[in-house]
């Protein structure tokens, strides 16, 4: 049996505002009608990974940042946006892996809450792969992954008529410090962490991009195809 195929673009250094339009272009061509801009049959959409250029804090369907707390964070010098992805506020920066899957759902036969637990599964196999064997999946409201009470993998996901936007945001030698001055995912008396500060030793997105998509093709039974960024 033909394993569907997804769209690799790899973004490297980029705005966030930047991800977000061509994630835009890609819900749009998997919305599109047969016979425009329609994949093929065997194809489920696209696997959108980048770093963020500049520090931003986002908020999603459930809010998470006050008119107050925004004009705050603006003054550190970040960018602040609302997103329409689920879960509350969160940070995104250099140093950090934001993984944007836009796939069709039924194409990958999965449901949106598998598509969640597939995400997290990714990010469990890549800290195994980087030999830190604590990491976990946590149910609802510890969406995300784990090392004990510290979050290295915030997740947050959009899905309308089976399409899903938005993905994960994995932190591998992000300033921590950034945190600091929010709430991270609205939970209290939790930390955040990273792959460079469990392992001690710089850990690059670069690094990681190579073992998180053995994981993702693993995970989502899929095939990887290279596509031009531009596209």
Known sequence: MRLPAVRLVLLGRLPYNELLALQERWLRRLQAEPGTEALSGTEAGALLL????????????????TPEETARLRALGAEVRTTGRGGLA????????LCHPVLDLRRL????RTHVAALEACA???CEF?????ARARPPPYTGVWLGERKICAIGVRCGRHITSHGLALNCSTDLVWFDHIVPCGLVGTGVTSLSEELQRHVTVD?????????FKEIYKCTLISENSSN
């Open 50 to 65: 980048c770093e963020p250029a500049g520090p931003v804090y986002t908020s999603g369907l459930r809010g998470g940042l």
């Open 90 to 97: 969160t940070f995104h920066g250099p140093g950090q892996l």
């Open 109 to 112: 036969g999965l449901r949106l």
């Open 124 to 126: 469990v196999r890549l």
């Open 130 to 134: 980087q030999n830190l064997r604590g």
């Open 207 to 215: 690094e990681v991009i190579p073992p998180f998509l053995v994981a």
